[in-house]
């Protein structure tokens, strides 16, 4: 599986637009992009997926570049109850289920 | 609508105890996964299963450890003689029967497992 690369910790202020951007150099032709929210003592929660050029759902933009090779989630107009960390996984093309492979996340701190 | 289930959100066991925890998938849900995650670290994925069959065990200690997703019932992960190591958050995700090349998991609120 291909291993992504976050930063590991993000702050912005509320109402601002937060921008998350990953590393995936060694992403298969088959790979998603995934990207999953996780509160404290909560399980993680699927945010978005896409496959490349932008997806864009009620929560949040993903932007892939033609290459494939990073992705940035974009969560438009921050509030507190945002703070969280998001992970970005790249995975799951094989057409089967399979093992997903967190990194350490970013942890993104909301401020008013 | 009910999501992921699991039971116990917490639950506290002496060293050499057994741990069980179970895992109730999202209905018509056939995939069910087990994550461990450690405070301040991202979940490492532990087993996949499907009714009746272990799929991925990759991700599970070679001793003490054990999966099952029986044919009634929830899926049961159970750690025998359990270790201070072993506290942890697990965390339980299902997953639908799956088309070409999309995936997503959802997963259940975990359970917190403290070794005294």
């Known amino acids: 599986l291909a291993k992504t690369t976050q930063p590991i910790s993000m702050d912005s202020y509320e109402g601002q637009e937060v921008n998350i951007t990953c590393s995936h150099n060694?992403?298969?032709?088959?790979?998603?992009i995934t990207w999953y929210q996780q509160f404290p003592s909560q399980g993680p929660r699927f945010i978005i997926q896409?496959?490349?050029t932008k997806v864009t759902n009620e929560v949040a933009s993903l932007f892939i570049p033609a290459d494939r090779k990073s992705s940035t989630l974009s969560l438009p107009r921050v509030s507190l109850s945002d703070t969280a960390v998001y992970y970005c996984?790249?995975?799951?093309?094989?057409?089967?289920?399979?093992?997903?492979?967190f990194g350490t996340g970013t942890r993104l701190q909301v401020t008013l | 609508n009910a999501g992921v289930m699991q039971n116990p959100r917490h639950l506290v066991r002496r060293r050499g105890q057994e741990a069980r925890l179970r895992c109730s998938p999202m209905?018509?849900?056939?995939?069910v996964y087990w994550y461990r995650q450690l405070p301040e670290e991202g979940l490492k994925f532990m087993v996949y299963l499907q009714k009746e069959n272990i799929i991925d065990e990759s991700g599970m200690p070679k001793e003490r450890f054990s999966a099952e997703f029986p044919k009634e019932g929830p899926s049961i992960l159970r750690i025998q003689q359990v270790v201070r190591g072993d506290s942890a958050a697990y965390f339980c995700?299902?997953?639908?029967?799956?088309?070409?090349?999309?995936?997503?998991?959802?997963f259940g609120p975990g359970t917190r497992l403290t070794v005294l």
């Open positions: 995700a299902s997953s639908p029967r799956l088309g070409q090349g999309v995936y997503e998991q959802f």
């Open positions: 896409g496959y490349k």
């Open positions: 060694n992403i298969a032709t088959n790979d998603y």
């Open positions: 209905k018509g849900h056939s995939h």
């Open positions: 996984l790249v995975g799951g093309g094989t057409g089967t289920a399979s093992k997903l492979t």
